[in-house]
């Protein structure tokens, strides 16, 4: 490719509405333009760059026994009806009718067109297993889309959807996805991270997330650098402290704590460690009868220690909370604990409420907690003789950097990452829920045990550039690149060596097969060179009169800070180790 003949458009600010930093330097360089809220135009070259990744991922994805299609953006909305999805799905699933007012929606994934695929398709054990995928698009109404391609409203994603006969063969298949998901990330030569991960909306109850590594991440990753022990904030386990229970050592003891409401303000006035302090969430759950009306409330004391933070989603499963919860208001609050937020605690109730303890909590002596007084706490709290025990014990709150790995292996450190594939192992959630079932050896039907795997491809790219970036532009792996190598000739246009040397590379490079561009358009050096820096084309090399009178070119990497001077007889066969051909 020829500059001259190729759509170039680079810029030397972002818009200020572009926060962070693969926004910033994507619109810069040319690789997207933005059309609307969450909304982009795919430029040249961003389009060579998601091409690439397709091309990764299909060859991968074909690999591994997978089959592509390719399923309808707009989907009768009696499909997600049969799931309950269509409700339980939220805003983010844009509905939309017809002229004859038939519902619709725009597909934010496609479990339900594929498992009605299957249902009309696999009648018989002798057709499975079966992989069906597809790289299409795809649309979430965002309240609040930002960060570009990061968190847009509409996107490019390849979805799979595994039928199995029985959960073994389905969890074959969910390794199998597992294995060729790292061979993709593998090639697209990014630092990431797979961790077990919770299921989400999606469903399911096996669930692994690849990372890729970044500190603008949004997702907090939990690691043990001593074994191979990862997972998500959500789903990593914090272990209880070994037991028993120290025994008590302090009265009880109501404390005047003037002003005082949180447990950091607490501990400081107290003179006492943050650990030994204990905080009080308040969540209410409601009981809907079938006319969807609220019947019943029934509130929750939640009690962490003092320096941790409840993670929602355990708390979401744990019985009772599980089909969802909010936190109580102001008024239910009053009325069960007598007090308003900021000195709540589990002695001394007006009403009865259902008591969380984390197991940091369950085990201690001797704690500090609100004594449902305004300005006041208690110390010397203890399990037993204060109070009865709690009504539920769980790991209910955030791990943090140094807790003990639940492998036994060393302790947890914490990064930051940028999700770009999810896989699932979905069982029978969406098969049973559609009456999607297949004929069986014994001839009897059976609803099909399925998994799911995602890749956010238009994603990718952003997450590639929050990885690999400087102040002058992006750095791009070579595997993505939108060009692995440009030519800069200097003075081209007034140079016959110069033009028949840089043309001569060119021609040779190609034919190697290395996807090069040759910059013809007569820039002036610092330009050309400012702008393949923006771009991030990871090899350049470099053809001026003064270089070539002494037989030499220059070659420097992206990452490089100086260029090397190359023989350019011998430059072909270097490049062609350098870039491992």
Known sequence: MKASQFFISTLKEAPADAEVASHRLMLRAGLIKKLGAGIYTYLPMGLRVIRKVERIVREEMDAAGAIELTMPVVQPAELWQETGRFEKMGPELLRIQDRHQRDYVVQPTSEEVVTDL???????????????YQIQTKFRD?????????????????????????????QASYQAMGAAYRRIFDRFGLRYRAVAADSGAIGGDLSEEFQVIASTGEDAIVYCPHSGYAANLEKA???????????????????????????????ALLGLPLARTV???VLATEEINERDEIVATRIWLLLLRGDHDMNE??????????????FATEAEI?????????????????????????REVALMADWVCGANQADHHLTGVNWGR?????????DIRNVLPGDPSPDGAGELQIERGIEVGHVFYLGTKYSRAMNATFLDEDGKPK??????????????????????????????PDAIAPFTLVICPIGMERSAPVREAAERLYGELKALGVDVLLDDRGERPGAMFADWELIGVPHRLTVGDKGLKEGQIEYQHRREAQPSKLALDEALPWLRQRLGL
């Open 386 to 394: 204060d109070l009865p025990e709690p009504d539920c014990v769980a």
């Open 279 to 281: 905080k009080s969430l």
């Open 237 to 267: 386990e914090a272990l209880a402290p070994a037991g028993p229970r120290p025994a008590p050592s302090q009265l009880l003891t109501l404390t005047p704590t003037p002003g005082k409401s949180t447990c950091a303000d607490v501990a």
């Open 313 to 326: 989603v355990k708390v979401g499963k744990l019985p009772g909370l599980n089909l969802g919860y909010r």
């Open 447 to 476: 609803p099909f045990e399925m998994g799911c795997y995602g890749i956010g491809i238009t994603r990718l790219p952003a997450a590639a550039i929050e990885q690999n970036h400087d102040e002058r532009g992006i750095i791009w």
């Open 118 to 132: 299957a249902r009309q398709e696999l009648r018989s054990y002798k057709q499975l297993p079966k992989n069906f």
């Open 142 to 170: 965002e309240r609040r889309p930002r960060f570009g391609l990061m968190r847009g409203r509409e996107f490019t994603m390849k979805d799979a959807y595994s039928f199995d006969r029985d959960r073994d063969a389905a």
């Open 334 to 358: 009053v009325a069960h604990f007598g007090s308003k937020p900021g000195y709540l605690g589990p002695l001394g109730l007006k009403q009865p409420v259902q008591v969380v303890a984390d």
